[in-house]
């Protein structure tokens, strides 16, 4: 198997580079928007007790549901779009790296990097790992 050429390599590598930069600050720029408008809506409110456990409302806890409460506006829910755009930035980057080892026609590194794909998928997805 012969290597792909080092100018291949230099544009994987900044593409990845650029998608992880992208990414996260996509998700800080998220975050303190939606910090900035939660505590100029609830920031005088008093602070719930935290020694009780309380889950997130269904609302909060999916993708689809968080995205149109962001889009309408919930300041919460833009911290939540955040989060979720700050965990998705590796998993993009694992897919990516994917479809650069493809085009590299490196197939070790793309059954390694398949592996990882799906470790990281049924770890966030709610699979068999951890339970």
């Known amino acids: 198997m012969s290597s792909p050429p080092p ?8 593409a990845l580079g650029a998608l992880l930069r992208i990414g996260v600050t996509a998700s800080a ?38 995205l149109r409460a962001s889009l309408g506006g919930s300041g919460r829910a833009m911290i939540q779009l955040g989060l979720l755009l700050l965990i998705a930035t590796p998993v993009l980057r694992v897919a990516f790296s994917v479809y650069g080892f493809a085009r590299q026609r490196d197939r070790a590194y793309v059954v390694m990097t398949l592996v990882v794909l799906a470790v990281l998928l049924l770890g966030l997805l709610g699979g068999p790992v951890g339970r």
């Open 29 to 66: 720029v998220v975050l303190l928007a939606g910090g900035a408008l939660h505590l100029a809506r609830h920031g005088l409110e008093p602070v719930p007790d935290r020694r009780v456990f309380q889950p997130e409302p269904p609302e909060f806890s999916h993708p689809a549901p968080i």
């Open 7 to 14: 100018q291949m390599d230099r544009d994987l590598a900044d």
